[in-house]
């Protein structure tokens, strides 16, 4: 089994910049791709961006150029660099890490003035 939690997320003016960041403990060693999706009010949750194994990454269009994912294999941990937030932006942000589809218990992102 495998346990993720998730940190780093808050309230934040527009323009501002999180990080969040995802540590995986329990079962790690077989865990290959990781990624973040997130699910606003009354939305779906949405894939926000995904890393590979071999760190190639894909983004949502809405935050291409704005967030960066990344990967530290050595402590199963994935962040996810936010800048230039956006209002829109506001969710709840869960790591999903595979094989297994595991999932963390999300935490909230909040871009307000």
């Known amino acids: 089994q495998v346990q993720l939690v998730e940190s780093g997320g808050g309230l934040v003016q527009p323009g501002g910049s999180l990080t969040l960041s995802c540590a995986a403990s329990g079962s790690t060693s077989n865990l290959l791709a990781m990624a973040w999706y997130r699910q606003g009010p009354g939305k779906q949750r949405e894939l926000v961006a995904a890393?590979?194994?071999?760190?190639?990454?894909n983004y949502a269009d809405s935050v291409k150029g704005r967030f960066t994912i990344s990967r530290i294999d050595a402590n199963y941990t994935v962040h996810l660099q936010m800048n230039s937030l956006k209002p829109e932006d506001t969710a709840t942000y869960y790591c999903?890490?595979?094989?297994?589809?595991?999932w963390g218990p999300g935490t909230q992102v909040s871009v307000s003035s």
């Open positions: 999903n890490f595979n094989p297994g589809n595991f």
């Open positions: 890393i590979s194994r071999f760190s190639n990454t």
